[in-house]
């Protein structure tokens, strides 16, 4: 049985297996607390394959620092390591 987190993480299973995988806590609560809210996008584009102005403002929505003189690879790089 999961342990109780409160109320901010809202599939407590899916929040301490993914801690258990390695994953920051910040990350393991904003998947399992997508996938609780039926919102975790599996149909979602490979990041290469997004436009770099795609990138630009995803690395915005989550707060990359110096995003504005990176490159598409870097952009890419630079969500993906994101927790």
């Known amino acids: 049985m999961a342990k109780d987190h ?9 929040y301490e297996d993914l801690l258990d995988d390695g994953m920051s806590k910040e990350k393991a609560a904003r998947i399992a607390n997508a996938k609780a809210a039926g919102t975790l996008k599996h149909d979602s584009t490979h990041l290469e394959d997004r436009t770099k102005a795609d990138l630009y403002e995803e690395a915005k929505r989550i707060g990359i620092e110096g995003r504005s003189g990176m490159s598409k690879q870097a952009l ?8």
Do not use: M, N, S, V
């Open 6 to 14: 409160g109320p901010q993480i809202k599939d407590g299973k899916l």
């Open 76 to 83: 890419a790089e630079a969500i993906r390591g994101h927790e």
